[in-house]
């Protein structure tokens, strides 16, 4: 089974701290992601990383920073958290695949609380 | 700019009835086509993929239509129970490029006994 690990199921920190959320899977996937869900908005893409030390912006990149140094780990980075990026996050991976069925495997999500 | 576009109303059925729900598609070019599932508290969870030049997939009680000129995907549940109350995303990826994948807000099916 593929498995995609968040480190925290659910977190609070406070307002300008300097977050990490960690994410790691298990299958070898060249492309990773990092989503965040809130209601009414559905899960848009911050980041995603295909390669070992690539990473390109996803629609809501602002106010974040990612790194991959391993293949098989993603970190999100929230260098300042501001409250209005407390929202579910979460992280997927999927193979480089073309003409194939490819779909994306997630982490249980992280539930970040910035007071 | 680019838009996918799902019923943000929740959808309600009566149990054996067939459930469709509505995928729409504005300024993509895509390559593939996919339908997750997301129960409340966990991350989605893959189940059909369909590409730009297939009109129709199948897996058991699901089915999945894709129509490029049109710019939509319709997604059936038929003879649906009350197990399949989830809220259903459609995601989008486009060709060429990097693989990316963006979804749609998704739509909260309700099936009631």
């Known amino acids: 089974d593929v498995k995609v690990t968040q480190s925290s199921r659910y977190l609070v920190k406070r307002t300008g701290e300097k977050v990490f959320l960690e994410c790691v899977q298990d299958m070898d996937h060249e492309n990773m992601f990092w989503y965040r869900q809130d209601p009414g908005l559905g899960l848009r893409l911050i980041y995603f990383s295909y390669d070992v030390k690539m990473k390109e912006k996803g629609d809501i990149p602002e106010g974040y920073s990612v790194s991959r140094e391993k293949k098989e780990r993603f970190s999100l980075i929230l260098e300042s958290a501001s409250t209005n990026q407390t929202s579910m996050y979460l992280c997927?991976?999927?193979?480089?695949?073309?003409?194939?069925?490819?779909?994306?495997?997630f982490g249980q999500g992280t539930r970040l609380t910035v007071v | 700019s680019q838009k996918i576009e799902q019923n943000s109303e929740a959808l309600n059925i009566q149990e054996g009835k067939t459930a469709t729900l509505t995928c729409n598609y504005t300024n993509y070019s895509p390559a593939y086509l996919q339908w997750y599932r997301q129960d409340p508290g966990r991350g989605p969870v893959f189940l059909l993929l369909i590409r730009e030049n297939e009109k129709e997939k199948r897996k058991e009680r699901l089915k999945v239509t894709f129509d490029t000129t049109l710019k939509q995907s319709l997604f059936h549940i038929t003879a649906s129970q009350p197990a399949d109350s989830a809220t259903y995303l459609c995601?989008?990826?486009?060709?060429?490029?990097?693989?990316?994948?963006?979804f749609g807000t998704g739509t909260k099916l309700q099936v009631i006994p």
């Open positions: 997927a991976s999927r193979p480089w695949l073309t003409g194939a069925n490819a779909e994306a495997f």
């Open positions: 995601a989008l990826e486009s060709s060429g490029g990097y693989q990316k994948v963006t």
